[in-house]
């Protein structure tokens, strides 16, 4: 069934909050609540989830299961799969150390392309970060971003990471010498983007 036009309004303003307040302030809750009184509720709500993601990043791997806990729970919730849940609801349990940003995709039911195209940003950049090619480290925005977009801890970002960056995926030269890593900072793979100047000074973070 199609989202209706209420609820896509909500999940734009949710998304956009998202971005622009990765840790939300109480200015920035009462600011955002004010442009949208009608998601005000909503709003405050991914709030407080944020400020769960914050308080799982400074306590370290010690509270990593916990919070984990809180955070797949609160991932399953009506705020957090608003945006980028599909038609077909599947029950997702907590990723894996070993999984990476490939498989996270294919068990949500959603490509490179589509998580582009929802993200506002280039899919080259993904297939970078994806493929265990971009240097960290990554820049916050995209973290940021990709953490509600898959419903993760900023703990099991982390893990994706780095199993991306120990199992990267090789490309084959054009010549017979061995196959490379193209690996680039962020930096590099988002000015190196097909992307509008416009969207690459956002995910830089210089807007």
């Excluded at 991914?46 to 991932?75: K, N």
């Excluded at 090619?133 to 971003?145: D, E, F, H, T």
């Excluded at 900072?185 to 100047?197: H, K, P, Q, T």
Aim: a negative charge; hydrophobic letters at 40%.
């Amino acid at each position: 069934m199609s989202k209706s036009p209420t609820n896509n309004e909500r999940d734009r303003a949710l998304y956009q909050f998202h971005v622009a307040c990765p840790r939300p302030t109480a200015d920035d809750i009462i600011e955002w609540t004010e442009r949208y009184p009608q998601f005000a509720e909503d709003i405050r709500l991914h709030a407080a989830i944020s400020r769960d993601w914050d308080a799982a990043d400074s306590r370290g791997d010690e509270a990593d299961d916990t919070i984990s806990d809180v955070m797949m729970a609160r991932a399953r919730s009506r705020v957090l799969n608003a945006l980028f849940k599909s038609e077909a609801k599947t029950e997702v349990s907590e990723p894996e150390a070993t999984v990476g940003f490939h498989e996270m995709l294919a068990a949500r039911g959603t490509t490179i392309p589509k998580a582009a195209k929802e993200l506002e940003i280039g899919r080259d950049v993904l297939a970078d970060l994806f493929n265990g090619w971009m240097i960290p480290p990554v820049g916050p925005r995209l973290v940021s971003a990709l953490g509600f977009f898959l419903g993760i801890s900023k703990q099991e970002f982390d893990r994706a990471y780095r199993y991306a960056i120990q199992h990267p995926t090789l490309q084959h030269a054009k010549s017979v010498a061995p196959p490379v890593i193209p690996r680039r900072s962020y930096e590099d793979v988002i000015a190196g983007s097909n992307m509008s100047a416009e969207r690459k000074k956002f995910w830089l973070g210089e807007d």
